[in-house]
Each structure stands twice: as structure tokens, then as C-alpha cells.
């Protein structure tokens, strides 16, 4: 599974896998694809780092990238001036407050423990942690860097380019993709309705071949629904120059759900058991459906939030949610492969099954063809 772009990056197979577990990154690394380590969940820089130290001791010297979120769209500040947590807090209504409160109430959520951290409160959505973390990531020798929300600033571009760095952005659009090609972007991610979390309106089949034709002759990865083989030659037929794989790594024997209930759920779960939905960040994600995503598209309810407002809103009921494993609300962000997702397996096991489909594929058309 070999492309020009997977030598021009030194990778053995042109699988790019996106995820927020350092362990499961490494090993995407190790097995030959490009593992893309998820940046959002680091609101300390010392995190980020104490991670990207582990990266460097287990990737055996091959190479990785980091995925950060500098969304295009933002709430900002008056008289434009730097927004901080506690400015994008008081914008929230107290509406949307007592309703998360009585949700919680509802399904009989425990409080965290007395002085338990809420966990992950998606400040990773705002641009100002976004570059602390490149403050970071520069310091250490990855190859590419990813923004899942838009094309990043052109001094974030610039700054990527002098390192040696190339960028990589995420459409969901040809319209989407012809802005990054313009923005000096590398390698333009053509992500499908399937995918999990933020997605358009398109599916990868329609999308992938308009974007490299938009975008030539910038590499083009397909994602989106995405897990097999035989899906990856379909990714490279139309076009792609790779694929990109996230959701197919959270029920991998590396990764750390932290619930092994979640983890069932996503086990049992078939391609029809997710949805489109704003209640985790404000834009639509998709997502495994529950109770907690039925109740926020509930048009008698307040509605969403924009981001980075819901995510600060709900962060501390999701760390709570997640903590005591309360199965009606509990949920992630997953895409429609979900489906094919039906055992834990190591992601050096993944891959195996990924190399022998793609090469049944390869076989099959070569017989329809009359080469085989």
C-alpha cells in the first residue's frame, strides 16, 4: 500500500491513523502506517510533551505526526481581544446550564469525587492552547501536522514549513479543499459524511475523487467510513494518495477507553447506531447515538451551543458521565465503520487484516481485468 506519498514520508504502507492514545499511535507507526497523535485532550503543555517523549521511545526512530484543532470559526472577544476559559464561560447561558443539571439529575449522574479534576474541557478548541501546543510539538521531529477544523493560520503554516514540516487539513468540500490548497496546505484530508466526529454533508465516495481533482496535484487522503482493505484500494482507485483511518483504533487492544462499557457499546454497535450531532463541541460530530445526544437534538430543549462554548458547557457532565459509566448517556465520537468494529484486536492485528484485504482487492480486479 505504497504511494508517493507514503515514500516522500519514509512509511511502509499509506495509512495514515488518527488517535489520542500515544500507545496506539506508536504502534501505528511500528506496523508500518503513519500514526497521528490527537493533540485537543492537552491543556498543559507538560502533558503534550511528557507524551511526545513516550512517542520518541516507541516509534523506533520512524515518523509520526500530531493533529491539533484551530477552528476557522471561533467565538471572539470584543474590540478583539484574546478570549480566556473564564471569558468563554461567562458567555454561557443559564438555560443551557440547568438543563445539562437536570439531565444529569434525570439518568441519577454521581458528582465527581470531592477535588477529582473534570477531566478533558475541550479548551483544546481554543486557538490560543492550539499554539501552545505548537510550541511544543516543534521541539520534536514530527512529520506532519494535521488541523482538523479549517486551514491553520498562515504564521502556523509558515511556521510548519521552516521546520521541515508538512501541513495537512481536513475538507468536507471541494469548496473546503480549494481554501487549503490556497492556504499553502500540503496534503488536503478528504473527510466523508461517515467519519466520526466533525463531518460534512458529502459521503467519501462522491467526495474523495471531486477533491483530488480540485486539489491536483496536492496528495489527497480518503476518509470516512473507512476500516478494510478492499476500502483502502477503493481510496486509492479514486484518486487518494492514502487513506485516513480514526475510528477503526478505539476498540484496539492499545487503547485506553478508560470503560469497558463504552467499549462494548462500540463493540455491539452496527453502522446505523450513530448521528450527526452538535452536543459534544457545537459543530456536527458524528457519534455513537445515546440518550445524552437525542436529548440535545430535542427540539423542545434549549439547542446547542457554538463552539467552543458547548464543549465547556458539557465537559464536566461528560467527565461524570464517563467516570461512573452510565451506559443510556455513555458515548464517543465513532464513525459508520463501527459496524465492522466487533472484537478487540492489536493494532499490528488491524493491519494484517488491512495488508490482506487490500490485497484480495488488488487480485480481484486484476481477474475482472484479465491480468491475473
Known amino acids: 500500500m505504497q504511494t508517493e506519498l507514503s515514500n ?8 495514515f491513523g488518527f488517535t489520542p492514545f500515544p500507545a496506539v499511535a506508536a504502534a501505528i507507526t511500528r506496523a508500518g502506517g503513519f500514526g497521528v497523535l490527537g493533540a485537543v485532550r492537552y491543556t498543559a503543555p507538560g502533558e503534550l510533551a511528557r507524551d511526545l517523549d513516550w512517542m520518541q521511545e516507541h516509534t523506533d526512530g520512524l515518523p509520526y505526526g500530531l493533529d491539533v484543532v484551530m477552528p476557522a470559526k471561533k467565538v471572539e472577544a470584543p474590540q478583539g481581544h484574546p478570549l480566556s476559559e473564564a471569558d468563554v464561560e461567562a458567555m454561557i447561558p443559564q438555560e443551557h446550564r440547568a438543563y445539562v443539571a437536570a439531565l444529569l439529575d434525570t439518568y441519577d449522574v454521581p458528582p465527581l469525587a470531592p477535588g477529582e479534576a473534570s477531566g478533558w474541557r475541550i479548551t483544546g478548541w481554543m486557538e490560543q492552547v492550539a499554539r501552545t501546543q505548537l510550541d511544543v510539538a516543534f521541539d520534536y521531529p514530527i512529520k506532519l501536522l494535521a488541523n482538523a477544523l479549517g ?10 514549513h521552516r521546520h521541515g514540516v508538512r501541513v495537512a487539513a481536513l475538507a468536507g468540500s471541494p469548496r473546503h479543499a480549494l481554501h487549503h490548497k490556497a492556504a499553502g496546505i500540503d496534503v488536503v484530508v478528504a473527510q466523508g459524511y461517515e467519519a466520526g466526529g466533525h463531518t460534512g454533508e458529502i459521503a467519501t465516495m462522491v467526495l474523495t475523487p471531486e477533491v483530488v481533482a480540485a486539489v491536483d496535484p496536492l496528495p489527497v ?12 484500494a477503493a481510496g486509492l482507485a ?20 478508560h470503560s469497558r462499557r463504552l467499549t462494548a457499546k462500540l463493540l455491539a454497535a452496527g453502522p446505523g447506531d450513530t448521528v450527526r450531532s452538535r452536543a459534544l463541541t457545537g459543530k456536527p460530530a458524528r457519534q455513537l447515538r445515546t440518550a445524552w445526544t437525542d436529548a440535545w437534538d430535542d427540539p423542545d430543549g434549549p439547542g446547542t451551543l457554538p463552539m467552543p462554548l458547548q464543549g465547556l458547557l458539557v465537559a464536566e457532565a461528560n467527565s461524570r458521565i464517563q467516570r461512573h459509566e452510565v451506559e443510556p448517556l455513555l458515548g ?5 465503520i463501527v459496524g465492522r468494529m466487533t472484537s478487540e484486536r492489536s493494532v499490528q492485528a488491524v493491519f494484517d ?4 484485504g487490500f490485497e484480495r482487492a488488488i487480485d480481484r480486479i486484476n481477474r475482472i481485468a484479465g491480468r491475473a
Not at 486551514?151 to 510548519?160: G, K, L, Q
Not at 479514486?238 to 477507553?257: N, Y
Not at 487484516?353 to 490482506?356: A, E, V
Request: aromatic letters at 4%.
Open 238 to 257: 479514486l484518486g487518494a494518495q492514502g487513506v485516513w483511518l480514526g475510528s477503526i483504533w478505539l476498540t484496539t487492544e492499545e487503547a485506553d477507553l
Open 8 to 15: 516522500a514520508l519514509g512509511v511502509e504502507h499509506a495509512v
Open 221 to 232: 487522503l480518503a476518509a470516512g467510513g473507512i476500516g478494510t482493505g478492499e476500502q483502502i
Open 151 to 160: 486551514s491553520p493560520p498562515a504564521d502556523v503554516v509558515e511556521r510548519a
Open 332 to 336: 464517543t465520537p465513532v464513525g459508520q
Open 353 to 356: 487484516d488491512l495488508t490482506r
